[in-house]
């Protein structure tokens, strides 16, 4: 298998998505629109269907489910180890409130998981309209029209805090510190829904998170499009 190239890997699914709202299926637009498009990408980079698996339980956490996973696996008998496991998410106007910032957080905790305690190698990826990207996940609201002359702003707001904005940047932060009491409540309702759910093993926040900037759409002020969006890598940082 190839390695994977995710700014490609981005585009292949804004692309498709792109392609959705094109012929007026927007409607139909979802998180798990995002599953088959990457599952089509890794196919084409080598990687065997057998070893794709959709909605995969997450074996540190009960009753939950992992959107998609690679593994090791020969055949479907055979038993697996999972490689790399994928959360996806897409940007809408809820992203600037409460609820989502908590859903994503909670993604990154399940990816988290899989990287501490499985050895796999993470992800998270949130697509969507250029519109609700710019101004609901990055925070950018005067955003530059067609065809003007200013530059993109840099990404502000919330979601700084957890995610670089630049190719291969690193973010590193404290869960044990929290900037203010939004993101405090948000890691402690983490634990308190989690945890009431869940037999497997204790949950602990650990002390820092780390989020690698992986792949980026490219942002052009002149002929944006329509769908745009980002991953991340989700490791330790202790």
């Not at 959107?67 to 020969?74: A, S």
């Not at 409540?185 to 983490?190: A, K, L, P, S, V």
């Not at 991953?231 to 202790?238: G, N, P, R, S």
Request: charge should be neutral.
């Amino acid at each position: 298998m190839k390695q994977i190239d995710f700014n490609s890997l981005i585009h292949s699914v804004s692309y498709l998505l792109c392609y959705q709202d094109k012929i007026g299926r927007d409607f139909m637009i979802t998180e798990s629109s995002i599953k088959f498009p990457v599952a089509d990408y890794l196919t084409g980079i080598g990687t065997p269907l057998v070893q794709i698996e959709l909605e995969y339980p997450h074996p540190e956490l009960e009753n939950k489910r992992i959107d998609l996973v690679t593994t090791d696996k020969e055949t479907h008998l055979s038993d697996c180890k999972i490689v790399n496991a994928f959360e996806f998410k897409i940007v809408k106007t809820e992203t600037k409130y409460k609820a989502e910032k908590q859903r994503i957080f909670n993604d990154l905790m399940r990816m988290y998981l899989m990287n501490v305690r499985q050895n796999v190698t993470s992800y998270f990826m949130i697509v969507g309209k250029y519109n609700d990207y710019m101004s609901c996940f990055r925070n950018i609201t005067d955003f530059p029209a067609k065809n003007k002359t200013q530059e993109i702003p840099d990404a502000d707001g919330f979601y700084t805090e957890w995610f670089s904005f630049k190719n291969l940047q690193t973010k590193v932060f404290n869960l044990d510190n929290p900037k203010n009491d939004e993101y405090k409540d948000i890691y402690q309702n983490f634990i308190d829904t989690y945890e009431e759910k869940n037999s497997h093993s204790k949950l602990i926040l650990p002390n820092k998170l780390k989020t690698v900037c992986k792949g980026l759409s490219a942002l052009s002020k002149y002929t944006p499009n329509p769908y745009v969006g980002g991953l991340w890598e989700i490791q330790t940082a202790e």
